[in-house]
């Protein structure tokens, strides 16, 4: 019963900014790792960045530099910042997060959103 909605999708230029959000919501106690992946047409779906509870980050080597992962854990809400945006960085973009429910015990269950598009032109 956790829902994670994004928003922040959409169509932008080659060089420009776009920045994700990602909220969960539900019965939460606390929540682990969040991250981001992406799934182009034709191509499988991967990790673009995650960031653990306790803040470590990692990205995948085509967005280094470019993008960064963030979370307010007063919000459940993990961000990404995608600046310098390139042509091949279009794609469907998916948050996860490894929630821990109240008055459950026994470990966390990793969420998925919707997906949320992301297209940038030449």
């Known amino acids: 019963q956790v829902q994670l909605v994004e928003s922040g999708g959409g169509l932008v230029q080659a060089g420009g900014s776009l920045r994700l959000s990602c909220t969960a919501s539900?019965?939460?106690?606390?929540?682990?790792?969040m991250g981001w992946y992406r799934q182009a047409p034709g191509k499988q779906r991967g990790l673009v960045a995650s960031i653990t509870g306790g803040g470590n980050t990692n990205y995948a080597d085509s967005v280094k530099g470019r993008f960064t992962i963030s979370r307010d854990n007063a919000k459940n809400t993990v961000y990404l910042q995608m600046n310098s945006l390139k042509p091949e960085d279009t794609a469907v973009y998916y948050c996860n997060a490894d929630v821990k429910h109240t008055g459950w015990p026994l470990g966390g269950i990793v969420y998925w959103g919707q997906g949320t598009q992301v297209t940038v032109s030449s």
């Open positions: 539900g019965s939460i106690f606390s929540i682990g790792a």
